[in-house]
């Protein structure tokens, strides 16, 4: 079965010109970093962290260490990896604060908790009423068939194939090897193809 990639959702990376001018002292550059970063930390923490009531928590720390550490990145390059690795680390952290609960991500039997939370996209150009709707059931869609997904395997498919981290990113923000993310990353994509025609 073909595993390609499940398409990227996210648009030219722009992040690296943006952390160098904001870097720079450019407070135009820095409000549009802090846009473009909560839109990604709020998608990442949705599909990855599984509760709703943290993944505020989490965008809020995620926008505050990039405002706090926007000047210091050596690699504006590597500012997405890091991006991501600050909100899957805020989420492992509220994880392990929350002793009385389990320590696994979403129940593959249900939607989440987040079953009715829409998820914020950057629309690249105007759409008519009727591709907006078409879009969003696309997205609604891709969404459902991942939450059926181990959390692992939704892991690396949200940052490779949605986020567009290359495997190299996506092994540092995950803390695994590339050999082991092209192997969750190759499962996942057939798993979710075949939850997808289940689905569909």
Not at 5 to 17: C, I, L, M, S
Not at 72 to 84: Q, T
Request: charged share 30%; with cysteine; aromatic share 4%.
């Amino acid at each position: 079965m073909d595993t390609a990639p499940v398409g990227n959702v996210t648009g030219p990376d722009e992040y690296a010109g943006l952390v160098r001018a904001a870097a720079g002292g450019d407070p135009e550059a820095m409000e549009r970093l802090l846009v473009r970063a909560q839109a990604s930390a709020y998608r990442f923490s949705v599909m990855v962290c599984g509760r709703t009531d943290e993944t505020e928590d989490v965008m809020q720390e995620a926008l505050v260490s990039t405002y706090r550490h926007a000047s210091a990145i050596r690699d504006p390059e590597a500012f997405k990896a890091w991006l991501y690795r600050t909100v899957r680390n805020a989420c492992l952290l509220n994880r392990r604060k929350r002793v009385a609960e389990p320590t696994h991500m979403v129940s593959l039997d249900d939607d989440g908790p987040f079953h009715d939370q829409a998820v914020v996209e950057p629309q690249a150009h105007a759409q008519s009423p009727e591709e907006a709707l078409d879009e969003a059931a696309r997205r609604e869609h891709l969404r459902r068939a991942l939450l059926r997904l181990p959390g692992p395997q939704r892991e690396v498919i949200v940052l490779r194939d949605l986020e567009g981290l290359s495997t190299r990113e996506v092994a540092d923000v995950v803390g695994i090897s590339e050999d082991n993310v092209k192997q969750r990353l190759h499962r996942g994509r057939v798993a979710l193809r075949a939850v997808l025609e289940d689905v569909a």
